[in-house]
C-alpha cells in the first residue's frame, strides 16, 4: 500500500504494469455516492495538516446543483518549512497523482479539476504535464478536463482559500469564506462548491479504490489508517523522505531512521507548538499529537541540536511569518512584524526585557479577525518557544551576546532533497515583507 515506489515510475506503462489505473476503473464502475462511501469507509483523513476526514469533505460539496459548478483543485504548491513530501510523490509518480484527482473528480461531479503548483519546481511541473497528457492520451475519463495552473513562491499559496484566488488569475490573499461555501469562479448566486485535497490525499486515494478500504486500513490506526509521508530536516546525519504506517513513534522516525543522537527540539512546521524530548515516543497520528498540545502539521519535521540557539532559530521562524503574511489583516500585519523586530533586537544583542514584553503583549492578539491560520501558527510557534526556553531569552534580554555564526539556522524552506542531502532555499534571506527581494550584498 506504499505510495513511494523504489524507483520512481517514469512512463503511464510502467504506471499500468504497477497496477495502476485499476483505481479508477473500479470507481467509475460504482456511483459516485458509492465512492465517496469507499474513502468514507477507508477512514483516509487529508494529509495536508488538519486531518479532516476526506469522505466528509467531499460529500459536503456534491450533489448540489442549486448551488452552481462543483471544483476539484488538488493543492501542490508545497511550502511549509521542513515539509517536501508532495514534490517527492510527484517526482516519483505524477501518474498515480492524476489518477486520484479524476476519482475524487468523478465522486464529487465535478465540472473540472484544478492542479496547482509553484512556478518554480519546473521539474515537478514538468513530471505533471507528462502525466496528464498521457492520461489523455490512455482515454482516462475525465483528464481532458484537468488543468494545471503555476503559481507564485509566496507561502499564502499553499493556503486554499489563496489558492483558488491565484487560479483565477489573483494574487495569494486568502478569502474570509472557505472553498466548500465560495468555490473557483464563484458569484453572489452560484457559490461553486470546491474540495482542496493535497498530493498526498489524493495520492492515497487511487490506492484505496485499487484495492478496498479494508486492505487499506490494514496499515495504520484505528483512528489514522494508512501511511504517511514524512520528512525529517536539520540536525540529523540521514534527512529524507520516510513513508510510515501512522502510529509509528516519533522516536522511529527522528532516530532510528533519521539518526538524530540528541535533539534539543522540534519543530513540525511554523503552525504548531515546539516538540520537545520528552514527546519522542509519541505515536504519530493525528490525535495523539492533539492531545499531547502540539500537531502533525503535514509530516515535515526540523529537528535542533544542543548547539542551537533557540532565541535566533525563533527569530528566523518569526521572520518567515512576517515575510510571508499578506497583510489583509490588521492585527497579523503589524503583530508578526513586531514580534519578529522584538525579537531581532534580543537576538543581535540590542535588546532587553520590554522586548520580551512586547512579544508576549502581542500574542494574545496577533489572530485578531484573522483570514488564515498564518498568525495561529505564529501565536503557537513564538509562544510555545518563549514558554519552553525562557531562560534563553532572559539571558538574551539580560545582555547575553548572539550565537557564533558557524551554529545560525536558516530558515527551512526547503530547496532540494536528495540522496540524503537537504538544501534550503538560498535566496530566502533577501525575502522582504512586501515579497520583494533585496539585492544580493
Not at 93 to 107: D, K, M
Not at 197 to 213: F, K, M, Q, W, Y
Not at 267 to 291: K, W
Not at 387 to 410: I, T, Y
Request: aromatic share 6%; hydrophobic share 40%.
Amino acid at each position: 500500500m506504499a505510495l513511494l515506489p523504489d524507483a520512481p515510475i517514469e512512463t503511464m506503462a510502467d504506471h499500468l504494469a504497477a497496477g495502476g489505473g485499476e483505481g479508477l476503473e473500479n470507481a467509475i464502475a460504482l456511483d459516485p455516492d458509492e465512492v465517496i462511501a469507499e474513502i468514507t469507509e477507508s477512514g483516509l483523513r487529508g494529509r495536508g495538516g488538519a486531518g479532516f476526514p476526506t469522505g466528509a469533505k467531499w460529500a459536503s460539496v456534491s450533489g448540489q446543483p442549486d448551488l452552481g459548478d462543483v471544483y476539484l483543485v488538488c493543492n501542490a504548491a508545497e511550502g511549509e518549512p521542513g515539509t517536501y513530501k508532495d514534490r517527492a510523490l510527484i517526482a516519483a509518480n505524477p501518474f498515480q497523482l492524476v489518477e486520484g484527482v479524476l476519482i475524487a473528480a468523478y465522486a464529487i461531479g465535478a465540472r473540472g479539476a484544478v492542479i496547482a503548483v509553484k512556478a518554480r519546481h519546473t521539474h515537478h511541473v514538468a513530471r505533471l504535464e507528462q502525466a496528464i497528457d498521457a492520461a489523455v492520451a490512455a482515454g482516462w475519463r475525465g483528464a481532458d478536463r484537468v488543468e494545471l495552473v503555476t503559481g507564485p513562491d509566496e507561502y499564502l499559496f499553499g493556503e486554499e482559500k489563496a489558492m483558488l484566488e491565484v487560479i483565477e488569475g489573483k494574487n495569494p490573499m486568502p478569502r474570509i469564506l472557505p472553498p466548500y461555501m465560495q468555490g473557483l469562479f464563484a458569484t453572489m448566486d452560484r457559490p461553486n462548491p470546491t474540495a482542496v485535497n493535497n498530493v498526498e490525499t489524493l495520492s492515497h486515494v487511487a490506492c484505496i479504490l485499487r484495492d478496498g478500504a479494508a486492505a487499506w486500513r490494514s496499515e495504520g490506526t484505528e483512528g489514522a489508517p494508512g501511511t504517511l509521508v514524512f520528512t525529517v530536516t536539520g540536525d540529523v546525519p540521514r534527512p529524507g523522505v520516510y513513508e510510515l504506517p501512522l502510529g509509528t513513534s516519533l522516536r522511529t522516525l527522528i532516530c532510528e531512521l533519521a539518526g538524530a543522537e540528541e535533539p534539543r527540539w522540534i519543530i513540525s512546521g511554523t503552525s504548531n507548538t515546539v516538540i520537545t524530548p520528552d514527546l519522542l515516543d509519541l505515536p504519530m497520528d493525528f490525535d495523539s499529537f492533539a492531545e499531547a498540545g502540539t500537531g502533525l502539521g503535514s509530516g515535515g519535521f526540523v529537528v535542533y541540536g544542543a548547539d542551537r540557539d533557540p532565541v535566533q532559530v525563533t527569530t528566523a521562524l518569526a521572520e518567515f511569518l512576517a515575510v510571508e503574511s499578506c497583510g489583509q489583516c490588521n492585527a497579523c500585519q503589524l503583530g508578526t512584524a513586531a514580534m519578529a523586530d522584538h525579537l531581532h533586537a534580543l537576538d543581535e544583542g540590542r535588546g532587553g526585557p520590554e522586548d520580551l514584553e512586547g512579544i508576549r503583549g502581542w500574542l494574545p492578539h496577533v489572530t485578531d479577525a484573522n483570514r488564515c491560520y498564518l498568525p495561529v501558527g505564529a501565536q503557537l510557534t513564538i509562544g510555545s518557544m518563549l514558554d519552553e526556553f525562557g531562560e534563553a531569552f532572559a539571558a538574551r534580554a539580560a545582555g547575553a551576546g548572539a550565537v557564533p555564526a558557524e551554529h545560525r539556522a536558516p530558515v527551512p524552506k526547503i530547496e532540494s532533497l536528495t540522496e540524503g542531502h537537504a538544501t534550503f532555499d538560498p535566496d530566502y534571506h533577501r525575502k522582504r515583507r512586501d515579497w520583494s527581494y533585496a539585492d544580493e550584498g
